[in-house]
């Protein structure tokens, strides 16, 4: 569907001068506007972006342009700018606007990437198909009529319908990895701890994490280099060196070794195409020289119970500050502080969000914290050991993004179970806190899937070298669709 340039691409034009940012921005906000349709931005952000554009056309005139010079990239909406609007695409925080940046935002900026606007996502990102948001569903830019998946699904489209290079979107239990599976684009979800989450809205904040969506590797490697990194306002993030990702993607033909988990190809749910086709991929791999070995697994049906489980109970927590007093909507009809809590919070939130926060609000309640909470917290730890463990043996594990290609958008609004186990290959890395990429691999019926891959933690530059490699064998290219 895009017809967009990488940013990789076009990188030496742009700072050759050949051509402006302004006019790259100009055209974008543009494209933008015509694809309305498709509810995939909130905001354009119009002035800001296009005074940036200028700035930075004049800064590579003077010689002093950052390393993302012309980079135009998308924020979703539950990622902070200063004096812009930042909505988690909620009622409750509708008119919000940030009183600061995020680390990302800033970081970004700095190196003279343009943030051209916010994203629609599910709201409060919680959601598996971006029908959550107070603002209506986001269309597949491959196939209006379906889901290009959730919470980040404005952020994949943004990226699959050629409206920006990169998108920044937050992936909590696969919010990034299932949306790219479900519109042909990458997406990375970095190790717990190795992007900043200040100015990220808080979901879950044990398996929060910000990372990019994009249609080109060294793209996605070069923001990665950028929004990396400790962090004195996130004490959850670590600040370890960040190698020179962007240096270090390579087609070197490595033996690599790999595991695929017996349980996740023999799930019921996954689709016959997904299948076949990550075991083609499997086989040429082995027949490439590979290493690739079947793991037993056996915590499959444990993982989107304990997600649901620790995610909402911290999500009942993050949210009790949306209050009516601190932040964003006061029902009109408040007359006390007990009316002005409850009415605020009823009319604010949506039922998915209402939902998740009264399910949170029980698992932690007195007589049932430990049968739940405290349950899911050991079970978390059993799954991150025995992932760690298979990541002792091996550099990673493979497997689908997702069970099957995106679904029809309304296909599955009454049946929060099944929409829940839309995540079931992809909680795991957040689980475990480790980094995770989905590729574009094939399409089935016209729409594409993702494979999956999780690495080591803080290994990032293994993981996306690896992808790198993949996707430029053969094997990879023949089915993968470009999106
Ligand atoms: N789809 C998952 C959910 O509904 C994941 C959300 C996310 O990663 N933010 O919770």
Do not use: W
């Not at 990437?113 to 971006?130: H, K, P, Q, V, W």
């Not at 998740?356 to 029980?362: E, F, S």
């Amino acid at each position: 569907m895009t017809k967009l340039d990488s940013f990789s691409n076009i990188r030496e034009r742009l700072l050759k001068g050949e051509l402006k940012v302004f006019d790259l921005c100009k055209d974008l906000i543009e494209e933008i506007r015509s694809k309305n349709d498709f509810n995939i931005f909130l905001e354009i952000f119009e002035t800001s972006a296009l005074e940036k554009a200028k700035e930075v056309d004049k800064k590579v005139q003077e010689g002093s342009a950052g390393s993302l010079a012309g980079m135009i990239v998308s924020i979703k909406d539950n990622i902070c700018y200063k004096g812009h609007t930042v909505s988690s695409s909620s009622h409750i925080l509708e008119s919000f606007e940030s009183l600061f940046s995020s680390t990302v935002v800033d970081r970004l900026l700095a190196e003279d990437a343009i943030i051209i606007g916010r994203t629609n996502c599910d709201e409060f990102a919680m959601g598996s198909s971006n029908e959550n948001s107070f603002f209506g569903p986001v269309k597949n830019p491959l196939n209006p009529a379906k889901t290009p998946g959730g919470s980040s699904g404005g952020a994949a489209a943004s990226v699959a319908a050629g409206l920006c290079h990169i998108a920044l979107g937050s992936d909590t239990g696969g919010s990034i990895r299932q949306p790219a599976s479900f519109t042909g684009t990458i997406g990375l979800k970095p190790t717990y701890g190795r992007v900043s989450r200040h100015g990220l809205v808080a979901y879950s904040s044990s398996m929060d994490q910000i990372g990019p969506l994009g249609t080109d590797l060294r793209d996605i490697a070069l923001v990665m280099e950028v929004i990396s990194g400790g962090d004195e306002f996130d004490s959850t993030c670590s600040s370890r060196l960040v190698p020179k990702y962007s240096a270090s993607l390579s087609t070197e033909k490595k033996k690599y070794k790999l595991a695929f988990l017996d349980s996740h190809l023999n799930h019921e749910g996954l689709s016959k195409e997904v299948k076949s086709r990550t075991e083609e991929l499997i086989n040429s791999l082995k027949e490439e020289g590979h290493e690739v070995e079947v793991e037993k697994f056996d915590l499959l049906d444990q993982l989107v119970p304990i997600y649901q489980v620790i995610s909402t109970a911290e999500a009942s927590s993050n949210l009790a500050r949306y209050d009516g007093i601190h932040f964003g909507h006061r029902s009109k009809e408040a007359t006390d502080l007990y009316t002005t809590y409850v009415k605020s919070r009823t009319e604010g939130f949506g039922k998915e969000v209402k939902r998740r926060i009264m399910l949170g609000t029980y698992v932690l309640s007195e007589g049932y914290y430990d049968a739940y909470f405290g349950k899911a917290q050991k079970v978390r730890r059993l799954v991150k050991d025995r992932t760690n463990e298979i990541l002792d043996k091996f550099d990673f594990i493979i497997s689908p993004t997702t069970p099957h290609t995106a679904f029809d958008l309304g296909a599955q609004t009454d049946d929060p179970i099944k929409m829940y186990l839309e995540d079931i290959f992809t909680v795991q890395a957040n689980l475990a806190g480790i980094p995770s990429i989905s590729l574009p691999l094939g399409e089935s019926d016209h729409m594409p899937f993702g494979i999956q891959l999780m690495g080591k933690s803080f290994e990032e530059q293994e993981l996306m070298s690896f992808s790198n490699y993949l996707i430029n064998t053969a094997a990879f290219k023949s089915a993968a669709i470009q999106p």
